[in-house]
């Protein structure tokens, strides 16, 4: 800024006369209004120029730009320099060289403003460092004012470390470099972690230099995950998997380890051109296996909880990371097909027999069906031929019903046994899965463990009573239920059903019979062995005609013997009237032969 001339005061000036007003110097009020001005600069307004601060306080900051007034600007423009200090020299932009007071107008923010891109496109380009203010948190961020353009700094810029706490930053003065412009949409985005990156790629290249397979080193936990925990080891971060956590199985890694802790990991493997690093706890730790109690064999019981579930079966921890699998046909005497869900689930503590145990190979196979007897080893006793009991629905199938005496205790009841009167062409029909039903024992399939159950047999066979009621020729009324191709079903009296042919449902006066409709049925065949009963409607009729037919011919019949002379009647007599007398002398002359 230029020094200000050195105007020397006028010698003969009267003093008393510019008391009253008066001009008594040779010099005219124009000429020393020239002389002053020439003292100031000039300025126009929405001009940028230097100024050099000279007072400050608390809330403001006083510019001198070398105009006739000094400008007032608010110290909350300064938030980005915080050190900022009497002396110093400025950019500020002139809004107004006066206002209504006579006050200069001035901003230091429109100043950054108005030069901010420049500055800022020059520092992405040139790689600058530049100071801003974070005014606020934001969605994914911060906001930071940056040459009094807001500018995103994504939470991921902040620092190398995962930031908890992003309000701690709000109001802080930080350094960053420019990383992103969007000139369309004026958009900038900053970043702090640039700054420190490249320091701690060198820290990591020296670090990772010096490790080695197998090297245990103390770290702290940075941050934990889903799927694992990342250490830092001083500059540079490991990661140690869920699973190398624990040798047991861990759901959540904070179940293991906790955030800012100390604890000493073994480096398990490390990749140098990428930089990651393979880290483990529980390999500090004998294996369980080695541990296992030598004596434990095949057939002992053993306690554990369940830690795993799938359709196949469960994995159950009977020490920690000692875990065996009980498969799902290993937790029932039953041969359904069913999931390990039915049966267990995660966090049961249970008891399981010890099927194959594998010390190499550190596997095991575990029951829990063999802690109860088979039932099938004493099926004979408790389920005996023509034993009858109470068993559970639990599938169909078109040829029958497989239902459950007991877990493990399954039969068939044949479709053909379920009912003695009823045409069944589905058990679904009869009764429903889940539902009880009384049985019978026919028969005792030991090797293949299957029963051969009946629920008919439990009451009297009622084709004993049918075959004297249904008769082959009697007539009963009956309604027909069904219509098929081949003809119709009948439900007849005592619930019984039958059969009848299209040609036998035709009615006397030509017209088909129909569904729900009540006709008399006159039975045509009777078979008690494939319970069937086959029915005809029109044979009532048509025999009706045939008797009628065989009674008119025997009428007419009747009328040609009236009609015969009375001649050959008298000859017929005589004829007969000689034999009886021929019989007589016989039987007299039998006598005669007897004496």
Request: contains cysteine; charged residues 30%; aromatic residues 6%.
């Amino acid at each position: 800024m230029e020094e200000l001339k050195n105007i020397q005061p006028v010698e003969d000036f009267n003093w008393d006369a510019y008391e009253h007003g008066e001009s008594t110097t040779e010099v005219s009020r124009e000429e020393q209004e020239q002389a002053y001005d020439g003292t100031l600069h000039n300025v126009t307004d929405r001009e940028v120029v230097e100024g050099k601060v000279i007072a400050m306080n608390k809330r403001e900051v006083v510019v001198n730009i070398g105009y006739k007034s000094d400008g007032v600007i608010p110290l909350s423009e300064f938030r980005y320099n915080p050190e900022l200090k009497v002396g110093d020299t400025i950019e500020v932009y002139i809004d107004n060289q006066e206002d209504k007071k006579g006050q200069l107008i001035l901003s230091h923010k429109k100043a950054r403003a108005t030069r901010a891109w420049d500055q800022i496109n020059a520092a992405l380009e040139n790689q600058e460092i530049i100071k801003g203010f974070i005014k606020c948190r934001t969605k994914g961020g911060m906001i930071v004012d940056v040459f009094g353009i807001e500018a995103f700094l994504p939470g991921s810029q902040i620092d190398v470390k995962p930031i908890r706490d992003y309000d701690v930053f709000v109001g802080k003065t930080m350094e960053f470099k420019v990383v992103k412009i969007n000139q369309e949409f004026k958009n900038v985005v900053v970043s702090h972690k640039a700054l420190i990156e490249a320091e701690l790629e060198q820290q990591k290249k020296e670090i990772i230099g010096k490790l080695q397979k197998g090297q245990v080193l103390e770290g702290i936990v940075k941050n934990i995950t889903s799927y694992g925990v990342f250490i830092d080891l001083g500059g540079v971060d490991g990661l140690i998997h869920i699973t190398d956590l624990s040798w047991g199985r861990v759901n959540d890694p904070h179940e293991v380890v906790a955030l800012d802790e100390k604890l000493n990991v073994v480096i398990l493997d490390f990749d140098e051109d990428r930089k990651r690093i393979a880290l483990g706890l529980k390999q500090l730790t004998p294996h369980p296996w080695d541990a296992l109690d030598p004596n434990l064999k095949v057939g002992d019981t053993v306690k554990g909880k369940v830690v795993v579930m799938a359709d196949y079966g469960a994995f159950v921890e009977i020490a920690p990371g000692v875990e065996g699998l009980i498969h799902v046909s290993e937790m029932s005497w039953s041969q359904h097909l069913r999931s390990a869900q039915d049966f267990l689930k995660v966090g049961d503590e249970i008891e399981a027999v010890v099927l194959t145990l594998d010390r190499e190979e550190r596997k095991m196979s575990l029951g829990i069906k063999q802690l109860k007897p088979d039932p099938w080893e004493t099926i004979e006793e408790k389920y005996p031929i023509g034993s009858k009991h109470v068993a559970k629905v639990r599938n169909f199938t078109n040829f029958g019903v497989f239902v459950e005496l007991e877990e493990g205790v399954d039969g068939l009841i044949h479709i053909s046994d379920l009912s003695w009167t009823k045409k069944i062409k589905h058990p679904s029909e009869f009764t429903q899965i889940g539902a009880d039903i009384d049985v019978i024992v026919l028969e005792i399939d030991k090797e293949n463990r299957r029963l051969s159950l009946g629920h008919k047999q439990l009451e009297e066979n009622p084709w004993d009573v049918f075959e004297t009621v249904f008769t082959v020729g009697s007539v009963h009324e009956g309604q027909i239920v069904e219509m098929l191709d081949k003809g119709a079903v009948i439900a007849l009296p005592y619930g019984v059903e039958g059969f009848a042919t299209p040609k036998h449902l035709v009615k006397e006066d030509g017209t088909q019979a129909q569904l729900d409709e009540k006709l008399p049925f006159k039975v045509i065949e009777f078979n008690k062995d494939a319970k069937r009963i086959i029915l005809s409607h029109s044979r009532i009729y048509e025999d009706a005609q045939k008797a009628e037919a065989r009674a008119e011919r025997k009428t007419k019949r009747s009328q040609k013997k009236d009609d015969v002379p009375v001649i050959q009647n008298q000859a017929a007599s005589t004829t007969l009237g000689d034999l009886d007398a021929l019989a007589a002398l016989k039987e007299q002359m039998e006598k005669g032969d007897d004496k």
